[in-house]
């Protein structure tokens, strides 16, 4: 007796003809690059930034240990700052009351610091005051882009760092303050120290933004650059912003 099999697939010639799928149309594709644009371009710029605010802080925390230990090597051998034969440098004016420089007691009293620290130092060169008028093309240049660019004694050396890694070619101490890529540093008989690392200097001068260079205080204690995004912060109570 024959079974009867039935077919569990049919076949008819309308398999051969494809099915019709769904796709965007060039309006959609486009409206989504556009949307794509909009975001790209208010995102990016802010990553970008955020970028070279970790780059600028890991630099500046870096040549603060490197430094530090630097100077503590140079006390073994030269003993404390003061002891260096430094003086306190001032510059000389004329009748008119116009700037002629550093006396030549003065230029060699930085250079006892610089001899000094130079030997302790992991620079590319070091580049010497070329006048006593001002500090054009001076100072220390290291490998991770970052430049000393002004050194100064009085009771204690302080000189700045900038992290564009240019020299120094100013004249007046206006010009350094309005300079966003420069972090003053101080020197004392017992360590090396940021400036506005005290809470009162980094609120009068960081916070107001009278004076920039003092919010190397608050890079080196808190890794950041928060200060720049409100003008509420205290070392003490309120580290982040809002």
Not at 81 to 103: C, M, P, T
Not at 177 to 182: F, G, S, V
Request: hydrophobic share 35%; aromatic share 14%; charged share 25%.
């Amino acid at each position: 007796m024959k079974k009867t099999v039935k077919n569990l697939i049919t076949w008819s010639p309308s398999h051969l003809i494809t099915s019709q799928k769904s796709a965007f149309t060039l309006a959609e594709v486009l409206i989504t690059l556009a949307i794509i644009g909009v975001v790209a371009a208010m995102t990016i710029p802010t990553l970008i930034s955020n970028y070279k605010e970790k780059v600028t802080v890991t630099k500046i925390k870096n040549f603060y240990s490197y430094f530090s230990n630097a100077y503590q090597l140079a006390k073994v051998d030269h003993g404390p700052i003061s002891q260096w034969g430094v003086k306190n440098i001032e510059y000389q004016y004329d009748e008119d009351g116009k700037n002629i420089g550093l006396s030549q007691e003065d230029m060699d009293s930085r250079e006892n610091i610089i001899k000094n620290m130079q030997p302790y130092l992991k620079t590319v060169k070091y580049l010497p005051f070329k006048s006593k008028s001002n500090a054009q093309d001076q100072g220390w240049f290291f490998k991770d882009g970052l430049a000393m660019v002004w050194l100064w004694y009085s009771k204690e050396a302080d000189f700045y760092i900038a992290t564009d890694g240019l020299p120094m070619r100013h004249d007046n101490m206006t010009t350094y303050k309005e300079n966003q890529n420069l972090y003053k540093f101080l020197i004392d008989d017992n360590k090396v120290y940021p400036a506005g690392y005290n809470n009162e200097e980094f609120k009068e001068y960081c916070l107001t933004g009278v004076d920039p260079t003092y919010c190397t205080g608050w890079i080196i204690r808190f890794g950041n650059m928060e200060y720049k995004r409100c003008n509420d912060l205290d070392m003490v109570t309120k580290n982040k912003c809002d």
